[in-house]
C-alpha cells in the first residue's frame, strides 16, 4: 500500500509559477512510476508528466512541454511538479500517482495503469 498527498496547489497569475509536491509513503517509493495528472470541471482526467522509477526518464503531453518539469527524490519520497508560465487553461486538481515498475526506465502514461492516488491539490490560474 502506498499512500500519497500532495501539496503546493494555489492561486497564481497567468505566466507564474507554482512548485506541486507528492509526498509517498508506505511500501518502496523507489519501485514505482510516478505520474501527475489533472482535471478541470466537467472535463476528463488529463494526463500531465510522468517519470521514471531512477528518475532518468520523462515524459510530457505538448499542452506542457517546455513549461512543466516532473522530478523526484527517492531519499524524500517526494515527487514534484514544476510548473512555469501558466496559464488559465492549467487550471484544475492536481493528482499524482503512482504506478508499481519492474522495468527502471519505465514511463506509465495511462491512468488506467496506475495503483495508488493523491486526493488531488487545486490549482487556480488567474487571467
Known amino acids: 500500500q502506498v499512500q500519497l498527498v500532495e501539496s503546493g496547489g494555489g492561486l497564481v497569475q497567468a505566466g507564474g509559477s507554482l512548485r506541486l509536491s507528492c509526498a509517498a509513503s508506505?511500501?518502496?517509493?523507489?519501485?514505482?512510476?510516478m505520474g501527475w495528472f489533472r482535471q478541470a470541471p466537467g472535463k476528463e482526467r488529463e494526463f500531465v508528466a510522468a517519470i521514471s522509477r531512477s528518475g532518468g526518464n520523462t515524459y510530457y503531453p505538448d499542452s506542457v512541454k517546455g513549461r512543466f518539469t516532473i522530478s523526484r527524490d527517492n531519499a524524500k519520497n517526494t515527487v514534484y511538479l514544476q510548473m512555469n508560465s501558466l496559464k488559465p487553461e492549467d487550471t484544475a486538481v492536481y493528482y499524482c500517482?503512482?504506478?508499481?515498475?519492474?522495468?527502471?526506465?519505465?514511463?506509465?502514461?495511462?491512468?488506467?495503469?496506475?495503483?495508488?492516488w493523491g486526493q488531488g491539490t487545486q490549482v487556480t490560474v488567474s487571467s
Open positions: 508506505g511500501r518502496a517509493f523507489s519501485s514505482y512510476a
Open positions: 500517482a503512482a504506478a508499481w515498475a519492474p522495468l527502471i526506465q519505465s514511463i506509465v502514461a495511462i491512468s488506467t495503469r496506475y495503483d495508488y
